[in-house]
């Protein structure tokens, strides 16, 4: 057909000439016309399309944005703050402007670790701070111990252990001369199955991470300043930040999430953390609501420092600021590792000119010095003295460990493992004559020692190729990022790592026990289908499943890690796995396996590993942790919430929180899908029974029209004459207004923790219809039970935990209506239920 069209006609303009490029393509058209004429208008529409798009992408962007809340509340002597600012109103006070400007910012330091030291007023007797790294214990340095992550401190759900793995790791950062520790993480929660920071946080709970980060303030501000981070909404690290991408920039994604979603969910943990008294702030990378999270009026001075009062000083994260007076007025008070917007007395000049007000240097300056005497900074060790800038090079080798702490780090590494399947009685061992031990996990990696400043557990560990390194530079996505690290997983990457003073392998500590035992060892920790002899009485598989800041994770589950698994259980009727997890991770590829008897998720027990990981699976104690997250059958349970959001070509990322409060197990019921271990599951080697279920609850509905204070734009300056509020907002929301008892009977053979739970079901709705509430965690408590003991356990409930957030009257309300109760062992096995009246 094509070479039956009818010749051109004389109105047509002058042919082009025979054999040229133009001539060719008219002729090309013509014979592909079918081809030829849709492929053009779509061309012709593109930009009409694209013209569309970018209308719709700016309604969408418009929809969400932060509103602005000015001015930014002034830090005043509050509760036992009150001496710690008398002192910093006289030092600052003798400050000059530019002073002043000094102390809010990164300075450059050779001499020191320190991942950021603020400037100084030796004048007026400010030393300036050493900040440093991390949630997890020192990070980068010699003379330091590797705690449990805080995903096996969730795991644990031991609240009093997060306390003193908190004192013994703050007293180690005081000892090396840091004065703020950065951290605990509260911020990611846990929203984005595959999100890259999660381990480095508890749970994916926020009331859990909400007690677990309260204790852990605690601790570590027995001797320096904690900074809970990262605020807020910081959920990902897929365009965590800014990409400079040729000159067309590629801005942080937005994290755009409704007042409610805000409230319940992201913001209540840091609320707990100011409560307990956290004097510094961490403010993140992402875009809340389309605003910067360190230029975000409404969550810093709104809800940080208007709402929940908080006293200290907002630190940026690293480069995190990105602009000057706007974030100076947003409430941040110091920008970090250093800054282009507030160096160069910019500040001063501002203030000079007008462009920002005095008050807010002033306050600036204020948090930071009351916050250096609140937590007795004045009295600490030089900044960073322990911590040389490269111990490679010859330093004062300063040992901040204490000898206490051993028992310890033991301690929360048993306590973070999970024991998800034990069948046939496998676990535990009982002296067996022959093991087989398989797996890259089971060994020391090959080497450990800092590559220039930074450790092999960091980033560089895990051997990243050029384009993933470049792409860390560049902020850009990390191309098929690792998803394992060969050699022992004690923690994950980037600045959460931390560093063992040494790495107890479960090679090591099983090769102990045959030792004692008399046990014969075979083992193979490099091949995918390695030989099982057949007198192995059981096959241990060590694997992992690595994780990092940065980037978010490729999957939940790796493919090689799972052919070891599968291989050794088609030759081996008693393989037992271990899985050292920085997070979810999937086990359907092999979990059904009637010849895979036993499964432990390990997380990351930090250095010692492998003694901890012995002396549960040879039963010297009994498994006690329960899963912080949900692991679904198969990945795509998650839903939207598994993979983070992408840019998807667009310069402002959105990332819409369309599912409200109902992340990880709160979203499995709401979209009514079972997953393969429910969030609070883990076996022990015993049996528990619940009974004896009484709530005595002394509550009254909010009614209507109680005066509640609103900090919206010009109103946020008036805490300090409402008497009703204290460090961490409202007082009567943490008042007791109950509590909940149950009896637990230890019915099975040996003396074992259980970690009974209180989950609420809250009535009345959300504000968004298609995210039903579902049942809420509420209490928790970790009982060590001897057989045939029993105990109670008694959940004590704070109003707010029976509250709700009412959008249109900005306040936390108690429903009226029925509240159902349930305890038990996970949020799926509850045994006991009862419900009461409010
Ligand atoms: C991280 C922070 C960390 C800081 C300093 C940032 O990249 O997000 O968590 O504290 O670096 O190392």
């Known amino acids: 057909m094509d070479g039956d069209e009818p010749a051109t006609t004389g109105n047509e303009k002058a042919p082009l000439l025979e054999g040229s490029k133009g001539s060719k393509l008219i002729a090309f058209c013509r014979r592909h016309k079918r081809i030829v004429i849709p492929v053009g208008i779509m061309i012709l529409l593109l930009p009409l399309l694209g013209l569309l798009a970018l209308r719709n992408h700016h309604a969408h962007a418009m929809n969400w944005t932060s509103p602005l809340v000015y001015p930014s509340p002034q830090g005043y002597a ?35 670790g320190c991942v950021g030291v603020s400037g100084s007023a030796p004048r007026v007797g400010f030393p300036g701070l050493c900040l440093h790294d991390a949630g997890n214990g020192v990070r980068n340095t010699d003379g330091v111990n590797a705690y449990a992550s805080g995903i096996h401190i969730g795991a644990s759900w031991n609240a009093s252990l997060a306390y003193e793995r908190a004192q013994f790791m703050g007293a180690e950062f005081k000892r090396k001369g840091v004065n703020v520790a950065l951290g605990p993480v509260v911020g990611p929660i846990g929203r984005i199955a595959e999100g890259g920071r999660f381990w480095e946080g508890f749970s994916a709970d926020p009331y859990m991470d909400g007690i677990l980060g309260a204790q852990s303030i605690i601790g570590l501000q027995e001797s320096v300043i904690a900074s809970v981070k990262h605020f807020v909404a910081n959920e990902q690290e897929t365009n965590r930040n800014p990409i400079a991408n040729d000159g067309n920039p590629i801005l942080s994604s937005s994290s755009n999430l409704d007042d409610e979603t805000m409230h319940e969910l992201y913001l209540w943990p840091f609320q707990d953390a100011i409560v307990a008294g956290a004097g510094c702030v961490m403010c993140s990378y992402n875009r809340i609501n389309n605003t910067y999270g360190c230029e975000n009026s409404k969550a810093i001075n709104g809800l940080l420092k208007g709402e929940l009062n908080f006293p200290g000083f907002v630190v940026s994260d690293w480069v995190a600021q990105h602009s000057g007076i706007e974030s100076a007025n947003a409430g941040l008070d110091m920008a970090m590792p250093t800054t282009g917007f507030w160096n160069e007395l910019q500040l001063q000049k501002a203030v000079n ?4 007000n005095r008050t807010r240097l002033v306050d600036m300056a204020t948090r930071i010095i009351a916050t250096f005497y609140q937590f007795g900074q004045d009295k600490a060790l030089p900044n960073g003295v322990g ?8 330093h004062n080798y300063t040992d901040a460990k204490d000898p206490a702490a051993k028992s310890s780090l033991l301690q929360q590494a048993l306590e973070g493992h999970v024991l998800v399947k034990n069948v046939n009685n496998a676990l535990p061992l009982r002296k067996p004559k022959v ?22 557990q960091s980033w560089e560990a895990i051997g990243l190729g050029i384009q993933q390194s470049m792409g860390i530079a560049s902020n850009a996505p990390v191309p098929d990022p690792p998803q394992t690290q060969n050699g022992t997983l004690v923690v994950g990457g980037g600045s959460g790592s931390n560093t063992p003073a040494y790495i107890s392998t479960p090679y090591d500590a099983i090769a102990a026990r045959a030792y004692d035992d008399g046990t014969g060892i075979f083992f193979d920790f490099v091949s995918t289908e390695p030989s099982v002899v057949s007198s192995s009485e059981a096959c241990l598989v060590f694997i992992n499943e690595f994780s990092s800041e940065v980037w978010d994770r490729a999957g939940l589950a790796d493919a090689d890690s799972d052919t070891v698994v599968n291989n050794v259980a088609s030759a081996c009727n008693n393989t037992i796995v271990v899985i050292h997890n920085a997070g979810i991770r999937l086990v359907d590829a092999w979990i059904d396996n009637p010849n895979v008897t036993a499964v432990i998720f390990a997380h990351l027990p930090g250095q010692d590993a492998g003694r901890a990981v012995a002396q549960i699976l040879y039963g010297d104690v009994s498994p006690s942790g329960r899963l912080p997250y949900t692991v679904a059958r198969q990945a795509s349970d998650y839903g939207n919430l598994l993979s983070p959001c992408q840019a998807d070509g667009s310069s402002s990322p959105q990332c819409v929180y369309t599912e409200g409060v109902n992340i990880d197990y709160r979203g499995f019921p709401a979209r009514n899908i079972t997953p393969r271990y429910e969030f609070g599951y883990g076996l022990t080697y015993s049996a528990f029974s619940y009974s004896d279920l009484h709530t005595s609850i002394n509550a009254t509905a909010t009614p209507d029209g109680a005066v509640v204070p609103v900090y919206t734009n010009d109103t946020t300056n008036s805490n300090s004459n409402n008497t009703a509020i204290g460090v961490g907002g409202l007082l009567s929301l943490f008042e007791s207004i109950g509590t909940i008892t149950a009896t637990i009977a230890n019915t099975g053979p040996v003396a074992a923790a259980e970690v009974a739970q209180l989950y609420l079901q809250i009535p009345g ?16 408590e970790k009982v060590l039970i001897k057989p045939n003991e029993t105990a109670e356990v008694s959940f004590n409930l704070r109003r707010k935990d029976v509250s709700t957030w009412n959008v249109t009257r900005q306040a936390w309300v108690v429903p009226s209506g029925e509240f159902g109760v349930y305890v038990g062992k996970s949020v799926l096995n509850t045994p006991l239920r009862t419900s009461f009246t409010i």
Not at 765 to 780: E, I, Q
């Open 78 to 112: 509050i509760g036992n703050w009150s001496a710690a600012y008398e002192k910093a109103h006289a030092m600052v006070g003798n400050m000059s402007l530019e002073e002043m400007n000094n102390i809010t910012l990164g300075v450059v330091d050779t001499t020191s």
């Open 353 to 356: 000119s007008g462009a920002l």
């Open 387 to 394: 911590m040389p800038a490269n111990i490679l090079l010859p």
């Open 435 to 456: 093991l087989s031990i398989f797996g890259y996990d089971a060994i020391q990696q090959t080497s450990f020692v800092p590559n220039g400043n930074t450790f092999p």
């Open 765 to 780: 709705g959300t504000s968004n219809t298609s995210n039903p509430r579902t049942r809420v965690l509420r209490g928790f």
